[in-house]
């Protein structure tokens, strides 16, 4: 089982930049896909972003492609996810989480997640 520990989500006007952070521990994060989640109140677990175990291959989802990048520095066991442009419908919680191998489309879906963060609040005032 590996931890992850999101940090990097704070207040911030709309059209700013936020880059959040997962650290990862207790295993090495080098050996599977990564992705970001975000949660808006009273909404679902909707998919952000995925990167593969090299960082090579990313997937964004449809809305956000273009502000928002994702990557990741395997020596370091973090993965990273830059937003900018930011928007208020953008306000949610931000959770990382890791996989159990290469990245497919699959990795587009919470289920396929084995390890969740507790998550890191961002707020996008207008």
């Known amino acids: 089982q590996v931890q992850l520990v999101e940090s990097g989500g704070t207040l911030v006007q709309a059209g700013g930049s936020l880059r959040l952070s997962c650290a990862a521990s207790?295993?090495?994060?080098?050996?599977?896909?990564m992705g970001w989640f975000r949660q808006a109140p009273g909404k679902e677990r909707a998919f952000v972003a995925a990167?593969?175990?090299?960082?090579?291959?990313?997937y964004f989802a449809d809305s956000l492609e273009g502000r928002f990048t994702i990557s990741r520095d395997n020596a370091k066991n973090t993965v990273y996810l830059q937003m900018n442009s930011l928007k208020p419908d953008d306000t949610a919680v931000y959770y990382c989480a890791a996989g159990w191998g290469p990245i497919t489309r699959a990795t587009l879906t919470p289920g396929w997640y084995r390890d969740w963060g507790q998550g890191t609040q961002v707020t996008v005032s207008s």
């Open positions: 207790g295993r090495t994060v080098s050996s599977t896909a």
């Open positions: 990167i593969s175990r090299s960082g090579g291959t990313t």
